[in-house]
């Protein structure tokens, strides 16, 4: 595959940088170079219409079918049910997946918005303790990065493992070293197993939201500080009315693509709490990927897999409304 | 004097949040080094490390397949990624021409979409292809290239666009007066001078294919099965042995963590493209 980028295009052997003949020699040098750009992008362009564009159009399609464990083997030609599957989420008392969607919604939200909110909290609060000159600083910086790197599979089985009840490391931290608790709290069942997906995360996550901020707080002109601190500004001041405002449009960016890959978590509930995280954890990702792949409802995945897409959508149009300024200042 | 004292206490802090931000690592490495008993009961002895845990891992999975599985796949995966990408970061760098924004705004889309939305019809896509023509892609290596490349060329895309907009136009031209042609110039001056962007490309598209699995949860059943299904494998059949399943989580994070620290320099400047405006 790799062979057929290499080969020229055969339009771009044959043109010239300067045609003498044609009356218009700017204009026919233009539509060169317009053509030889088409060349450039043709292979991305094709590999996104294909695996991009249209399973997204079939899969819009397939959420107004009936397909399910007995129409599978008709594939794209299961019979259409209309609006069904939508109204069998979204209004159906009766149906019994629509009280798992709902609760998959709240968790999706819950855990997205503490994900998030930590995640761009703690990286920006280290990237400030980062932005300062120390022995070593550049050694910090690049460790640091660190739990970047472990794989979100291997995040979920080694904090699965540090989350036992009886034998984890954080208990016997908590309970039998430090004694802030008096009881041993179950992590991986109940109430508290939201936090043992959102705290793991946050730690993967921390350090790509550090480097971000911390390009950002390097690219900061130093006068601006320096005249405030002159002026008898703080650093607290300092901070509320220089670096913030200009971190705006960094934490606008972080906060888009922050929400829409929590949105779409799937790996670490699926490894470290199993095919079904049970109704504390299940978010929107691991109930599609149990109700299509492992119940055969992939109409019901269809349709929750657009509700999910709409979704993002109303996200990035509230998120464009309420940045729009920073946008252009930045631009 | 008090200044220089929040100072001190400012390090101090620093290096505390490194050795908590550190210390689940530490625990993966040491765990590993521990034997399945000592794990199941807690007591563990820190100085005295063994390897068992890892020969034990070898013989109980067949983890060398998965391990052969990732490298393949991912290697492939990043490398057409990155070759597609620069093609066409450079069109958006270089070149005006209609569709160059909606191209961007296609690219952005891209990562609006659920996995689980076009994963369905993918899926369904490679059983009619198996069931209908010679066409192999359902659990090959193949698919999930195909299907990896597709993932990872948008986002590879912006990093390449970032990398040749740093490099001077007069280049390229001066070597069109040569005689060079579009695409020669391209090749020979434009490319190697964005090597570094290349590898950090490279590298990105690797470390995000290395952690994917929901598409290959879907699309492989038992010849392309890469780690994270190994360790998925694993943990469902052999849940107690836990020294080597933190053994394996160990031999899953080395490649992307060599990998990542032989590049780090140009990585970091790839993903903070955004944040400074270069």
């Known amino acids: ?331 | 004097m008090s200044a220089r004292w929040i100072n001190r206490g400012l390090d101090a802090l620093t290096w505390l949040v490194l050795a908590l931000m550190l210390a689940p690592i530490f625990w993966l490495v040491v765990s590993a080094l521990q034997t399945d008993g000592q794990l199941a009961t807690g007591a563990m002895n820190l100085l005295d490390p063994t390897f068992t845990a890892f020969t034990r891992m070898w013989d109980s999975v067949d983890f060398e397949r998965y391990l052969l599985n990732s490298l393949i796949i991912c290697t492939v995966a990043a490398l057409c990624a990155t070759a597609f990408a620069s093609l066409a970061g450079y069109a958006l760098a270089r070149f005006k021409f209609r569709g160059a924004t909606g191209l961007s705004l296609g690219v952005i889309g891209t990562q609006l979409i659920p996995g689980s939305l076009f994963l369905l019809p993918v899926f369904m896509g490679f059983i009619w292809l198996k069931q209908n023509t010679p066409i192999a892609l359902f659990d090959t290596h193949l698919g999930m290239i195909l299907v990896y490349t597709a993932f990872f060329t948008p986002v590879a895309i912006y990093f390449m666009r970032y990398f040749f907009l740093a490099i001077p136009k007069d280049l390229e031209e001066a070597a069109m007066v040569d005689g060079c042609t579009r695409f020669g110039a391209f090749v020979k001056i434009v490319l190697p001078a964005a090597a570094p962007g290349l590898v950090a490309t490279f590298v990105y598209a690797f470390l995000f294919a290395w952690d994917e699995l929901l598409f290959v949860a879907a699309l492989t059943q038992e010849n392309a099965e890469t780690i994270p299904i190994g360790i998925r494998n694993f943990i469902g059949n052999y849940q107690e042995r836990t020294a080597q399943l933190m053994a394996a989580g160990v031999i899953s994070t080395l490649p992307v963590l060599i990998a990542f620290f032989a590049t780090q320099r140009w990585l970091v400047k790839g993903i903070t493209a955004g944040a400074v405006k270069g």
């Not at chain 1, 290499?6 to 003949?21: C, H, I, K, N, T």
């Not at chain 1, 280290?126 to 995040?155: D, H, K, Q, Y």
């Open chain 1, 1 to 331: 595959m790799a062979q057929t980028t290499v080969q020229p295009p055969p339009e771009a052997g044959s043109a010239r940088v300067l045609p003498s003949r044609a009356g218009r020699p700017r204009r026919s040098a233009e539509r060169s170079r317009t053509r030889f750009a088409y060349w450039l992008i043709a292979p991305a362009v094709a590999f996104m219409v294909l695996i991009h564009l249209l399973p997204t159009t079939a899969g819009f399609l397939l959420s107004f079918k009936r397909l399910n464990t007995f129409t599978f083997a008709q594939l794209f030609d299961a019979p259409w049910t209309g609006l069904d599957n939508y109204s069998g989420i979204l209004f159906d008392e009766a149906n019994p997946l629509r009280s798992g969607f709902f609760g998959a919604v709240q968790n999706t939200v819950v855990y997205t918005f503490w994900t998030v909110g930590l995640t761009l909290g703690l990286g920006l609060a280290i990237a400030l303790l980062l932005n300062r000159e120390m022995r070593g600083m550049r050694l910090v910086r690049t460790l640091m990065l660190t739990p970047w790197i472990v794989p979100s599979f291997v995040v979920a089985v080694l904090w699965q493992f540090m989350w036992q009840s009886d034998v984890g490391i954080i208990n016997k931290v908590l309970v039998d070293y430090t004694h802030l608790l008096g009881e041993r709290p179950i992590w991986l069942l109940g109430e508290n197993s939201m936090w043992a997906i959102v705290i793991p995360s946050v730690w993967r996550g921390i350090p790509f939201a550090m480097i971000f901020f911390l390009a950002g707080l390097q690219a900061m002109p130093r006068e601006l500080h320096e005249a405030a601190a002159i002026d008898g500004a703080g650093p607290i001041k300092r901070f509320r009315y220089i670096t913030f405002p200009l971190l705006r449009p960094l934490i606008a960016i972080q906060l888009l693509f922050g929400v829409i890959y929590a949105a779409y978590q799937f790996a670490i509930p699926y490894i470290m709490l199993g095919t079904n995280p049970g109704p504390d954890a299940d978010l929107m990702m691991t109930l599609i990927y149990r109700q299509s792949f492992q119940n055969n409802l992939f109409g019901f995945g269809a349709a929750a897999s657009t509700l999910l897409m709409i979704a993002m959508f109303v996200w990035v149009l509230v998120w464009y409304r309420a940045f729009k300024r920073d946008l252009e200042a930045v631009t």
